[in-house]
T-cell receptor
Framework: NAGVMQNPRHLVRRRGQEARLRCSPM?????VYWYRQLPEEGLKFMVY????????ESGMPKERFSAEFPKEGPSILRIQQVVRGDSAAYFC????????????FGSGTRLTVV | AQSVAQPEDQVNVAEGNPLTVKCTYS??????LFWYVQYPNRGLQFLLK??????LVKGSYGFEAEFNKSQTSFHLKKPSALVSDSALYFC??????????FGSGTRLSIRP
């Protein structure tokens, strides 16, 4: 049973380009969460999604960032017109249902904006 | 709103000695509490959780944590530290109805 799969592992983008980060949850998990980790800092919540629905996006920047979790396929975190400050590790986690199960994390995507 | 605090940026312990990594939380309602560990350039690995029941929770790699409701704490402990325990440890809390919030992390360093 594969864990949470994130790709790419490393992504380099020039300022102004778009970054697309993908996350395939564990089999049987219908809840997906995205977190951002800046160097030497903790994880900051970004968005919580279920299939075809955004449940909580209180941690998403108001502009340039969007997320989706379609009926078929992986969850996508999209960052438009990237800036240097977007450089971070982006982690996806999934759970079967509710918070009591805890999360299973992917290995993350490390975004570098040059 | 829920929050979690890890007051120590770094904890240094000699191998074989007991270790404690501190965590306090704030949440409305009953808390769901978690500990995760992160090794360099890796994602987070689940260690243990408290939902309900016995206040002493046992988890992976010999770690345990004690839920203390009156002190709103959930400290991580291990009786005898190993060099391989050196990593970044995150405490996390949820009020069961929303997302999990993570602390800022504590870097644990075990010297041989």
């Amino acid at each position: 049973n594969a864990g949470v799969m994130q790709n790419p592992r490393h992504l380099v983008r020039r300022r102004g380009q778009e970054a697309r980060l993908r996350c395939s949850p564990m089999k049987g998990h219908s809840h997906v969460y995205w977190y951002r980790q800046l160097p030497e800092e903790g994880l900051k919540f970004m968005v919580y999604l279920q299939k075809e629905n955004i449940i909580d996006e209180s941690g998403m920047p108001k502009e340039r960032f969007s997320a989706e979790f379609p009926k078929e396929g992986p969850s996508i975190l999209r960052i438009q017109q990237v800036v240097r400050g977007d450089s971070a590790a982006y982690f996806c986690a999934s759970s079967p249902a509710g918070q009591g199960f805890g999360y299973t994390f992917g290995s993350g995507t490390r975004l570098t904006v040059v | 709103a829920q929050s979690v605090a890890q007051p120590e940026d770094q904890v240094n312990v000699a191998e074989g000695n007991p270790l404690t990594v501190k965590c306090t939380y704030s949440v409305s309602g009953n808390p769901y509490l978690f500990w995760y560990v992160q090794y360099p350039n890796r994602g987070l690995q689940f260690l243990l959780k408290y939902i309900t029941g016995d206040n002493l929770v046992k988890g992976s790699y010999g770690f345990e944590a004690e839920f203390n409701k009156s002190q709103t704490s959930f400290h991580l402990k291990k009786p005898s530290a190993l060099v391989s325990d050196s990593a970044l440890y995150f405490c996390a809390v949820s009020d069961s109805a929303s997302k999990i919030i993570f602390g800022s992390g504590t870097r644990l360093s075990i010297r041989p």
